[in-house]
């Protein structure tokens, strides 16, 4: 268990907190509050963080026993920040200037509450949680990346920002706002995986995928989310190279967006190209818009749904009855006709 109060201020950081032993006889407080404090501090279940500034190109690595409790001391208002200007070129993963990523690693259990993060370089959460998980009332904060800077010319600054990329399972992202240029969730792979009343702002929307080869999601709960100016509202994206991987149980419910720029709901078996031929070794089921409505607005330029499947790889019945989408055109739904209740 993980039950963390943070107030800290990390600079050029990059954080990993790791469950991976069992406790040791001895309860104990250990304090950190430097680099060199660590590999003492976590030989006790009961870890306490000064504020302090981990040096440019550090990881600050937690492998904490299991049980432990993390307190953050000091420090200003809960917050991380990644001095994400310092890095940033516009070019995120692909730029000349190597970015710490993820800036958060997390591999803990029990809960994580009530941190801020600030101008994350790159990606900022990766979660790989070895059992349940809930992560609440989180900020990440990379609204400043939306303005170019010196090294990226007329782009934006911040790329790549991903919010929250998750491979894993038994996790709830609840409660939580995201202001980034990339997606504000992203479910690689994994299962009963639930993200609720989250707010994501500026980025590339809410997305299953990219799903690679062998990879498998099921069990995905996105809820009563809202969704503010983002390129996509609601996306699943496979690969178009992919083999033997699928995605199956993906339920939408109470989700908001406007300001929508590029797509609504977008299914796309062409990654990376957007609406390319679509490959077929990922299969597709029980996609279900249910419950309250989703209620998705978006812009004049842009397409309410569209859907992209390879041959034969999108199967059975999927219900949209608690789907309106507004503005725009209507896109094309290509190679599938198990969509019901919805029309566009
Ligand atoms: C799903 O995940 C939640 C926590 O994230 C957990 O409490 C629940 O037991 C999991 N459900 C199953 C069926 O494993
Ligand atoms: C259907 O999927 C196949 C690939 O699986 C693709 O080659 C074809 O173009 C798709 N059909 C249409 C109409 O796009």
Known sequence: MFSATFKSLFAACALVVVTSAAPSSTACTGTISSMSDVTSAVKCTTVNINAFTVPAGQTFNLDLLQGSTVNMLNGNGHTFNGNGPFYWDGQGGNGGVTKPAPM??????????????????????????PAPLTMSKLTIDNSLGDKPNSASG??????NTDGFDCSTHDLVIQDSTIKNQDDCLAINKGSNITFQRNT?????GISVGSISSDATVSDIHILDNTIINNDQALRIKTKSDATSASVSGVTYSGNTATGTKKFGVLIDQSYPSTLGTPGNGCTISGINF????????????????????????CTGSWDWSAL?????????????????????
């Open 200 to 204: 994501c702002s500026g980025g590339h």
């Open 324 to 344: 309106k989408v507004s503005g725009g055109s209507a896109g094309k739904i290509v190679n599938f006709s198990g969509i019901k209740n919805f029309s566009q």
């Open 104 to 129: 958060m690693k997390i591999k803990i259990s029990g809960t994580f509450t009530n941190v801020k993060v600030l101008n994350s370089p790159a990606r900022t959460y990766s979660v790989s949680n």
């Open 154 to 159: 007329s782009k934006a600054a911040g790329h």
């Open 290 to 313: 249910v419950g309250t409505t989703n209620n998705i607005a978006v812009a004049s330029g842009a397409q309410r749904v569209a859907v992209n499947c390879g041959s034969g790889s």
